[in-house]
């Protein structure tokens, strides 16, 4: 059965400095990963999509890494903004379109 | 991408009552599932959405607690029976939209009484 971990469960850090989210799974037979935001109260935010055959994505000031046969990702985010503060989930997908999330990673930048 | 659009977006239940849960995708897709998010926690998935057949329910799940409808390719229903105030979560809809990028609706928030 899959499982996965999302370390830190939280982080707090000044405007402006660059951070990295860990994402770690057990099984590494999947067919895609994807970073999620979730801001208080709201649903999921899709923000990267990682195929089972790519190294990396990057989108604005967030990279996404996929090391899939040591069953990691990271999510990098440069020149973090107060606007950033939100839980980022981790969500490794099977080619039946199922997911198995991480507990998130809840950021809070500050001012 | 999809758009997903769920009605209702907030309700407060009695225990032992019914509530249905509608998920609309703005276009045609192959794979609709429904997610619980309870209090604090993450993601956990409860059922995927067959077009046209019965839905296929994860472990720790039964149909006569969620029954779950699809009678087409961009609409599905959720229900949650006979309500306890430990149903009392968050419910999500998702899709698989085009690249096989999961999308989800903004939620249908839970509380039972």
């Known amino acids: 059965k899959q499982e996965v971990t999302q370390i830190p469960a939280a982080l707090s850090v000044p405007e402006g400095e660059n951070l990295v989210l860990n994402c770690s799974f057990t099984?590494?037979?999947?067919?895609?990963l994807q970073w999620f935001r979730q801001d208080p109260g709201k649903g999921l935010t899709s923000l990267l999509l990682i195929q089972s055959s790519q190294r990396e994505q990057t989108s604005g000031r967030l990279n996404a890494s996929l090391d899939k046969s040591s069953g990691r990702s990271t999510l990098y985010i440069a020149a973090s903004q107060p606007g950033d503060s939100a839980t980022y989930l981790c969500?490794?997908?099977?080619?039946?379109?199922?997911?198995?999330f991480g507990d998130g990673t809840t950021l809070t930048v500050k001012p | 991408s999809a758009v997903i659009s769920q009605k209702p977006s907030r309700d407060i239940c009695q225990r032992g009552t019914s509530l249905t849960i509608q998920c609309q995708v703005d276009s045609q897709v192959t794979m609709m599932f429904w997610y619980r998010q309870q209090p604090g926690q993450s993601l956990t998935l409860i059922a995927t959405a067959n077009q046209g057949s019965e839905a296929t329910y994860e472990s720790g799940f039964v149909i006569d607690k969620f029954p779950i409808s699809r009678p087409n390719l961009t609409f599905s229903t959720l229900t949650v029976s006979n309500m306890s105030p430990e149903d009392s979560s968050i419910y999500l809809c998702s899709a698989w939209g085009e690249r096989e990028t999961q999308y989800f609706g903004p939620g249908t928030r839970l509380l039972v009484l």
């Open positions: 969500a490794v997908n099977t080619n039946a379109g199922k997911s198995t």
């Open positions: 099984d590494s037979a999947i067919y895609n």
